[in-house]
C-alpha cells in the first residue's frame, strides 16, 4: 500500500502555482530599439499645439515607448472589515511611477487629459485610482519625493513647462538615491476615478501631491474642464485586476461592492464605474477637430494653441 502511494504521488501531474499577485506587470506593447528617448520626445512636441502634442504623446506611449522601470507593478496592501464584519485583504497593483514615454535613461513624465489617461490605461488593462488609493500609495511609498510647484500662469500646460519639471524631479530622484521600480510618490497630483465624474460630467477629478506629513497640496477637485492637463499632473495606473485575499477580482467590481468599496474608496460604493470611464473618454474625433459638440467636447482644446 505504501509503495502505491508512493508511486502515485511521483507520477501525479505536479501543479502548477499561481502567480502571486502584481507578477505579471502591465499589458505594454515591446519597446522599439528605435524609439525616442525622453528628450528627443521634448524636441518633437515642441511647437506642437495642445491637441498635437495629446495626439503625439498618446501615439509614443501606445507603441510601446514606454521605460521598463513602468512596466512592472507594485503591490499595495489594504486591509479591514468584509463581508458580515470579517477581516479581509485586498492587494492593488499599481506602477512604480506615473506614465513616462522614454527609456529608464532617459525619461519624460508626460501629463496627459483625462481621455488619453483612461485610454491608454484600458489598452494596458488598467485603470486609474481612487483618492483612498492615492493616499495609501503614497503611505507606503518606498521613495517619497518633495512637492515642487512652478509659478503659476497660463505656461502651466506648456511643454517647456513639463520638461522643466520632469527635470527638476528626476534631479531629486538622483540626489536622494531614488531606485528606478520603486513604488513612488510626491511628485505628481493624480488624476482620479470619483463619484463627482458623474455628478459634474464633462469634468476631470484631481488629487494629491502629497508632503512630507502625508497631506495632499492638492485636495480633491473637478474644477476643471475634462482636456485640462498642466506640468503637475500624471497617470499612475492600476491593474484592472486586484486580489482578495489572494483571489483575483476585477476592481471595478471591488469599487461598486457595498462590502468591500470602502477599503478603496472613501466616497463609498462607485457602482457605475464603467459607466464613469465611458463618461472620461472622448471619441478620438474629438482631438481631431471634427466638430465635437455637447458636455465632452474638446473645440476649446483645439483652438488653443499655446506652447
Same mark, same amino acid.
Given at each position: ?33 528605435? &524609439?525616442? $528617448? $525622453? ?11 495642445? &491637441? ?6 498618446? @501615439? ?25 464584519? %470579517? ?17 529608464? +535613461? ?33 503611505? %507606503? @511609498? ?5 512637492? %515642487? ?17 520632469? =527635470? ?6 538622483? =540626489?536622494?538615491?531614488?531606485?528606478? #521600480? &520603486? ?24 488629487? #494629491?501631491?502629497? +508632503? ?5 497640496? %492638492? ?7 475634462? #482636456? ?13 485586476? @486586484? ?5 483575483? +477580482? ?17 466616497? $463609498? ?10 463618461? #472620461? ?27
Amino acid at each position: 500500500m505504501r509503495l502505491a502511494l508512493l508511486l502515485a504521488a511521483l507520477w501525479a501531474p505536479t501543479a502548477v502555482p499561481a502567480s502571486p499577485p502584481c507578477a505579471d506587470g502591465l499589458s505594454i506593447p515591446a519597446r522599439l530599439a528605435s &524609439a525616442r $528617448g $525622453g528628450d528627443a520626445v521634448r524636441r518633437l512636441l515642441r511647437g506642437m499645439s495642445r &491637441a498635437e502634442r495629446e495626439l503625439a504623446i498618446r @501615439a509614443e506611449v501606445l507603441s510601446g515607448n514606454v521605460p521598463r522601470f513602468l512596466r512592472r507593478l507594485v503591490p499595495v496592501v489594504l486591509s479591514g472589515p468584509g463581508v458580515g464584519g %470579517q477581516p479581509v485583504e485586498v492587494t492593488v497593483c499599481v506602477s512604480p511611477d506615473y506614465l513616462a514615454v522614454g527609456s529608464d +535613461r532617459d525619461f519624460f513624465l508626460v501629463p496627459v487629459a483625462l481621455g488619453t489617461a483612461l485610454d491608454v490605461a484600458r489598452r494596458f488593462g488598467s485603470v486609474l485610482p481612487t483618492r483612498k488609493l492615492v493616499d495609501a500609495i503614497y503611505a %507606503q @511609498a518606498a521613495v517619497r519625493l518633495r512637492p %515642487q510647484p512652478l509659478a503659476p500662469g497660463k505656461e502651466m500646460r506648456s511643454t517647456a513647462y513639463y520638461w522643466r519639471h520632469n =527635470e527638476l524631479v528626476r534631479r531629486q530622484r538622483r =540626489e536622494g538615491g531614488a531606485r528606478l #521600480g &520603486a513604488l513612488t510618490a510626491g511628485d505628481k497630483k493624480d488624476l482620479v476615478l470619483s463619484r463627482r465624474l458623474a455628478e459634474r460630467p464633462g469634468r476631470v477629478a484631481i488629487y #494629491g501631491w502629497h +508632503r512630507r506629513e502625508g497631506d495632499p497640496i %492638492q485636495p480633491l477637485s473637478t474644477a476643471h474642464d475634462l #482636456g485640462y492637463a498642466d506640468y503637475s499632473h500624471g497617470v499612475r495606473l492600476v491593474s484592472a485586476i @486586484a486580489y482578495v485575499d489572494g483571489v483575483p +477580482r476585477t476592481l471595478l467590481d471591488l469599487l461598486a461592492d457595498p462590502d468591500l468599496s470602502g477599503l478603496l474608496s472613501d466616497e $463609498g460604493p462607485l457602482p457605475n464605474g464603467a459607466e464613469l470611464l465611458r463618461l #472620461g473618454s472622448p471619441p478620438l474625433s474629438f482631438f481631431m477637430g471634427s466638430g465635437a459638440t455637447g458636455p465632452l467636447a474638446w473645440s476649446f482644446v483645439l483652438s488653443d494653441r499655446s506652447r
